[in-house]
């Protein structure tokens, strides 16, 4: 156990430093950290970014995709036209990124493609396509054949 003396000493010691109101810190490093980042910084702020592990949570494991199609679901209209339009915004900011940094995004506008590996996801993947349709996408079943 601590005296008081013990933890005032250990307050005395402790130096926290003042920010200013342009300073902002991101914590993650992902798509939305470093995206939020960016715009902070276009913004005027001074940021920082920290991560432990850059690149290694959500966006790692989505493998870069941006795909809100293949997460929408009944019930949640209002959340997969959000996605919608998010996807529908990233060309033009992936396009301003590489304008004001020497990174290329590098991104691929070629679709999705949902595979049915069993009886289960054809069902459920053929019970979303009129909600597919009703958000403004195109979604056409092909066999496994004309895949290959």
Do not use: C
Not at 20 to 43: D, H, K, N, P, Y
């Amino acid at each position: 156990m601590q005296s008081d003396n013990e933890g005032n000493a250990e307050a005395e010691n402790t130096t926290i430093q003042a920010v200013s109101s342009r300073e902002i810190i991101v914590v993650g490093a992902g798509v939305i950290g470093l995206t939020t980042a960016f715009e902070l910084t276009r913004r005027g702020h001074d940021v920082s970014v920290f991560d432990p592990f850059p690149g290694r949570g959500a966006s790692f494991v989505a493998a870069g995709l941006i795909a809100p199609m293949t997460e929408a679901t009944h019930g949640e209209e209002s959340l997969a036209a959000l996605s919608v339009e998010a996807a529908r915004m990233w060309p033009d900011h992936s396009e301003e990124i590489s304008a004001h940094t020497s990174y290329e995004v590098g991104l691929d506008r070629s679709g999705t493609l949902l595979v049915a590996l069993d009886v289960n996801d054809r069902a459920r993947i053929q019970a979303l396509t009129p909600l597919y349709k009703a958000l403004g996408h195109s979604a056409e079943w092909h066999s496994s054949g004309s895949i290959r």
